[in-house]
């Protein structure tokens, strides 16, 4: 069973950073890679970041060199560090992973970025 978690999410001004954690349930986590999506209202979810299972990273164009994400496999998390906020990365955020074939998503935490 794969469980999803986000925190850290909140309202911040342009320019400023948030940090949102994600935490998985599981012996699965070392070996799968992790991925942050976001979904803006009215538009669909878009892959932000991913991190495979031996921290290979990648970066969708609009957030590289502001985002870094990273994991932590001795406490089942995933990071997303996010500088620089501009208002267009205002948008639910997701963890996401694949096991056993099938998307898992978790809730989502909401990030307002205000101008």
């Known amino acids: 069973q794969v469980l999803l978690v986000e925190s850290g999410g909140g309202l911040v001004q342009a320019g400023g950073s948030l940090r949102l954690s994600c935490a998985a349930s599981?012996?699965?986590?070392?070996?799968?890679?992790m991925s942050w999506y976001r979904q803006a209202p009215g538009k669909q979810r878009n892959l932000v970041a991913t991190i495979t299972r031996d921290s290979s990273t990648n970066y969708a164009e609009s957030v590289k060199g502001r985002f870094t994400i990273s994991r932590d496999n001795a406490k089942n998390m995933v990071y997303l560090q996010m500088n620089s906020l501009k208002p267009e990365d205002t948008a639910v955020y997701y963890c996401?992973?694949?096991?056993?074939?099938?998307?898992?998503w978790g809730q989502g935490t909401q990030v307002t970025v205000s101008s």
């Open positions: 996401h992973t694949i096991y056993q074939y099938l998307d898992a």
């Open positions: 599981g012996s699965w986590f070392s070996l799968n890679a």
